[in-house]
């Protein structure tokens, strides 16, 4: 058994992991869960998908459409944020949480697939535009960085809760996995302020949720 350390990487190792990080976040059933989806003890449901008329499947996969693209943007927000991040332990805090966002990403694919709905084909353009705003974020300090996170968590929850409301009673699979996704994304947002998180101001709270806005109406259709 060696005893060697584990090998430093160095940046070309770090660019190398961070463009394969992009390529399996915005390529379709390239994201493996670390958990399983909290739809699968409902297996036993059979064809539960024949019980949604046409339209019902057409909205909850528009509705799917928009969590997935929201995941899409926290997997960029994430790793621009751990990019820029001042201190290691901040780094590695934004790493882990993109970890736990993965089961999300792939719960939401997972289900999309089963609605016979696809992913948005604008996912590559809003990886983009959100690595940037995390890198942004990273670079005007951890504290702002860490508030960001706490007020993207905020708004992510709303959609959320909102979804909850329009889904059918008797989808029961989706419901389960929006309401795993929730109680998920409240931890991240108070963890966030834990660490530090600086309250953002209802301006800029509500600056967000324009963008949020443009986001869920593009992704819905698209």
Known sequence: MSDKPPRKLTPVDQLIMGVDHIVRTVSPGSTRAHRESPAAKLDTIQNDIETLSAQEKKHIGGLMRINHTGEVCAQALYQGQALTAKTETIRE???????????????????????????????????????????????????????????????????????????????????????????????????????????????AKKLMTVISKLMTATSYRF
């Open 93 to 203: 805090a934004m790493h882990e949480s993109a970890k736990e966002e993965e089961d999300h990403l792939a719960w939401c694919e997972e289900r999309l697939d089963q609605l016979q709905s696809k992913p948005s084909y604008l996912n590559p353009l809003f990886y983009g535009l959100s690595f940037g705003i995390g890198a942004l974020a990273g670079v005007a300090g951890d504290k702002w960085s860490l508030g960001f996170v706490a007020a993207t968590e905020d708004q992510v929850c709303q959609h959320l809760r909102s979804h909850l409301e329009q889904l059918p009673e008797h989808d029961e699979k989706t419901r389960a996995i929006l309401t795993q996704m929730l109680s998920d994304e409240e931890h991240h947002g108070e963890k966030a302020m834990e660490h530090g998180g600086v309250a953002f101001n209802p301006p």
